[in-house]
């Protein structure tokens, strides 16, 4: 008979033990799956809003305006933002493209000043960059050419406005000179990115360049690159044509500190999937080595009726392997179906962080990566498989007589 | 047959099956050991945030005048504390070790030649008395150029962010407009006397520190400030603690309240446990996977063991005594292993919070001296620690009862002939 109906049947024969086996290898495998697919959800949420919101994946901006940002260099600005934009987005290379205005306000309400932040920028461009009507909490947007805003639900609540109410904002101007604006709220904002919900408020781009007096200048345009694109060597390209008119082109890559942050986050995240290997490694081990240990009553029954050390341990490995099989990919299934029912509907964290009220946002998107979903399964089968070998191989290798003897 | 005997049993079936004792102890060290270390990890990851708030930023707790809190965001000088001699004089009576701040909105003013570019920078300038001041933040073990503010110093100390922004360098001129108590502008000429890098990034972004003697005299603060920073262990502070101490403090003035960095720092926190549930989440998952790797030996253990019970039964041994040592054995490798683990994550765990990764080598490296030490931590946490090491032991108990209860109900002849 070949080895490999001997393991089949002997799976069969022993149901319980078996599925017992099979079903740490599916928990351990289902688990690994939606794990790691949460923390693949986390380092894409976090890469996604650096690139969207907090940096940009390359930042077009005047050669001299990251340098002199702390003192709001109005002056040092892209000039005819709209043109730039549409060339840039044109390029075969880019994805997405899109001119943005941002610049520090004081709010007056009453005798209390808040600081803040407007967002002067192009819906119809953003749409497609950062997908900013989609974090549209309630309200509508504002309208091109009109004094409308939409602001952050923290912003708001800080102030104590919403909807239909109005506020007063100070700032300086492109030649220094003070200017205050009255904007109308149309929405609220459920920013994506924690510090903006309690800072921003976004209004229509060629109103930011009116009362700041920049002239259809930009401060800077955001661009994101197609897929297989190196997003620092896209830049370096750009850059022989931007530094010419004094911009620069700078990839996300190469703006250290968002990077190093972004970067030390992710080296977290992997030593976190780890641990998880570790971990599902030793059930796995653990499981299988006790299965066979469990069986050498067996082994030596078999060993005494001829059976050679060498089939033996062969028939052992099929068995781990079959069962282990059996039980990862199912396991594989089920940890796939969890983490895409919550990559559609999103897994809202503020369940498990203990009544904490916060304002921004906690629903995060699994994300199931191929590379670890096969991953989990193999690692599971394999490990199973070569776990059977050390007990087995010992039983093998005593005397039927002692074995039999328990 | 009396307790003795069963112990004894018991402890006989333990060392009888060796091998098997040993792996599924093994199983259950593995799982609570990971746990363990796990939870410390997140643990410390959430620390190093707190701890970056309150050691460098908050304070663990802040005396402020009752109408402060509400108005904070514009950080008033007229919401103050008036008398902050007598309420320091009442902590120290109390063995509590406290330091006066006055914090405010500034407008950084620098001038071409030497700055590189003229401009402003608008600021949170925080006016601290240099002695008091160390004993509550750590302020001054982070100076990365220059020194630290002392008694006749007239000089400014800028976050490293701040002073990379505007390209500063020790001895620099700058101004610094501010409104007075009454609100009147006012500006203060100062020096950059030193350039303080913090593992707080808004710290190191957003604030500048002087003399509370300059600000006072400039300010027209009269004596007053409107926070007094509290030292104490932020693990230990409490809602009673802070409400009693807030009761005490009104004996040296009235109309105070004590904050507790929890609500001090509400917002950064709110950041800090955004990643919390996340935490959680992990932190379950892999309690699932320990916890079928202990039941599933344990499981197996019992089942393959059908034939023995048979047999004890068939000697003469009744159901109770045969259940209750298979379950006290059950427990003691439960307790076994779950002792093991925790020995195993002692010194492990030692590692973590003393040494910890370093991951400085998994991130690419960029051209700028970052105060993260790119290190990640675990921390003790004795609670979870002992709970978890219960909960192994209560589970692996727990597991074992039902294929026990079912071993003794099986007839004494199907249990000798199952395989």
Redesign the interface.
């Given at each position: 008979m070949k080895l490999s109906r001997i393991a089949a049947l002997n799976i069969r024969r022993?149901r319980?033990?078996s599925f017992?086996?099979a079903?740490?290898m599916l928990?351990?495998s289902a688990?690994?799956v939606?794990?790691f697919s949460?923390?693949e959800g986390?380092k894409a949420e976090m890469s996604r809003n650096v690139k969207e919101w907090s940096w940009g994946e390359i930042k077009i901006a005047h050669a001299q305006f990251e340098?002199?940002?702390?003192?709001?260099?109005l002056h040092l600005n892209v000039s005819d933002g709209a043109s730039l934009v549409s060339r840039i987005a044109a390029r075969p290379e880019t994805e997405a493209a899109t001119g943005r205005a941002i610049f520090?306000v004081m709010i007056q309400k009453g005798d209390?000043?808040?600081?803040a932040q407007g967002w002067g920028v192009d819906f119809a461009r953003e749409e497609s960059y950062s997908r900013l009507p989609k974090y549209l909490k309630v309200g509508r947007l504002p309208e091109a050419g009109q004094r409308e805003t939409v602001i952050g639900a923290g912003l708001a609540k800080?102030l104590g406005i919403g909807v239909g109410d109005k506020f007063t904002f100070m700032t300086m101007t492109k030649n220094r000179g003070m200017y205050g604006a009255t904007l109308k709220i149309t929405g609220l904002m459920d920013f994506p990115v924690?510090?903006l919900n309690?800072l921003a408020f976004v209004l229509p781009l060629d109103k930011a360049q009116s009362f700041l007096q920049l002239d259809g200048a930009v401060l800077e345009i955001v661009a994101k690159v197609k897929k297989g694109n190196d997003p620092a060597v896209v830049a370096g390209a750009w850059n022989a044509e931007l530094a010419p008119l004094g911009l620069s082109a700078t990839s996300w890559?190469e703006a250290?500190?968002v990077?190093?942050?972004m970067?030390?986050m992710?080296?977290?995240f992997?030593?976190?999937g780890a641990?998880?290997i570790?971990?599902?490694s030793?059930?796995v081990i653990?499981?299988t080595?006790?299965?066979v240990?469990?069986r050498r009553t067996e082994i030596g029954t078999l060993g005494a009726m001829g059976m050679r050390g060498d089939e033996l341990v062969r028939l052992f490995f099929l068995e781990a392997l079959f069962i282990a099989a059996i039980g990862a990919i199912a396991g594989t299934a089920i940890g796939c179906a969890v983490s895409s029912f919550f990559a559609r509907e999103g897994?809202d964290?503020?369940?498990?962080?203990?009544g904490?009220d916060?304002?921004?946002p906690?629903l995060?998107y699994p994300v199931l990566n191929a590379s670890s979903v096969l991953g989990s399964l193999v690692m599971t089968v394999i490990l199973s498989g070569l776990a059977s070998l050390l007990p087995s191989w010992s039983a093998a290798r005593i005397q039927p007589v002692d074995a039999l003897r328990v | 047959m009396n307790a003795r005997f069963f112990l004894g049993l018991a402890f006989r079936n333990l060392t009888r099956h060796k091998?098997?004792t040993i792996?599924?102890a093994?199983?259950m060290a593995?799982?609570l050991a990971?746990f363990i270390?796990?939870d410390s990890?997140l643990t410390g990851?959430q620390n190093d945030g707190v701890r970056s708030m309150v050691w460098y930023d908050t304070g663990a707790l802040q005396v402020q005048n009752a109408a402060y809190w509400d108005?904070k965001?514009?950080m008033?000088l007229d919401k103050a504390i008036e008398r902050p001699d007598k309420v320091l004089a009442l902590l120290d009576s109390k063995a509590l070790k406290a330091a006066p701040r006055a914090v405010f909105?500034g407008e950084l003013v620098?001038n071409q030649d030497p700055w590189?570019?003229?401009?402003?920078?608008?600021v949170r300038v925080v006016a601290i008395d240099p002695t008091r001041d160390g004993q509550v933040f750590r302020l001054k073990d982070t100076v990365a150029e220059g020194k630290w503010l002392s008694e006749d110093s007239g000089g400014i100390v800028l976050g490293y962010?701040?002073a990379k922004?505007?390209?500063a360098k020790i001895g620099y001129p700058l101004t610094v407009v501010a409104r007075t108590k009454d609100g009147a502008y006012q500006t203060m000429d100062l020096r950059v006397s030193g350039i303080v890098n913090t593992p707080n990034a808004a710290v190191n972004r957003l604030n500048a520190y002087i003399s509370l003697e300059i600000a006072d005299e400039i300010l027209y603060l009269g004596g007053s400030v409107n926070q007094i920073v509290v030292a104490y262990d932020e693990d230990a502070v409490t809602d009673a603690f802070v409400s009693r101490l807030g009761s005490d403090l009104s004996q040296a003035e009235s109309g105070l309240s004590v904050l507790p960095w929890k609500t001090t720092g509400a917002?950064f926190?709110?950041?800090v446990?955004?990643r919390?549930?996340?935490s959680?989440?992990?932190l379950?998952?892999?309690f699932?996977?320990?916890a079928?790797?202990v039941s599933?030996?344990m499981?197996?253990?019992i089942?393959?063991r059908t034939r023995e019970m048979g047999m004890l039964r068939a000697q003469g041994m009744y159901d109770k005594e045969l259940t209750a040592s298979l379950q006290l054995e059950a427990a003691a490798i439960g307790l076994i292993g779950g002792v093991l683990g925790l020995v195993l994550s002692l010194p492990l765990n030692a590692f973590l919070v003393n040494t910890g990764?370093d991951?400085s080598w998994?991130?690419?490296k960029?051209?700028?001296d970052?105060p993260?030490a790119?290190r990640?931590r675990g921390a003790w946490h004795p609670r979870i620690m002992f709970t978890a090491v219960a909960a192994g032991a209560f589970l692996s108990f727990l597991v074992s009862v039902v294929p026990v209860r079912r071993a003794v109900k099986m007839s004494v002849v199907e249990a000798l002939r199952h395989?």
């Open positions: 022993n319980r033990r017992l086996s079903l740490a928990v351990v688990a690994l939606f794990a949460l923390i986390m340098k002199n940002r702390l003192l709001n260099p520090s209390r000043r808040y600081q800080k924690a510090a309690s890559t250290s500190a990077y190093y942050v970067s030390f992710t080296a977290i992997n030593v976190i641990m998880f570790l971990l599902g030793t059930v653990n499981t080595m006790m299965v240990f469990e897994l964290l503020t369940a498990f962080m203990g904490i916060v304002e921004f906690t995060l | 091998r098997r792996l599924t093994t199983s593995a799982g990971m270390l796990f990890l990851l108005e965001d514009s008033p909105q620098v590189p570019e003229s401009g402003s920078a608008r962010q701040l922004d505007l390209g917002d926190l709110a950041f446990q955004s919390s549930g996340l959680r989440v992990l379950f998952i892999v699932i996977i320990a079928v790797g599933n030996t499981l197996m253990t089942l393959e990764f991951l998994m991130i690419e960029v051209g700028v970052l993260m790119g990640l395989n």
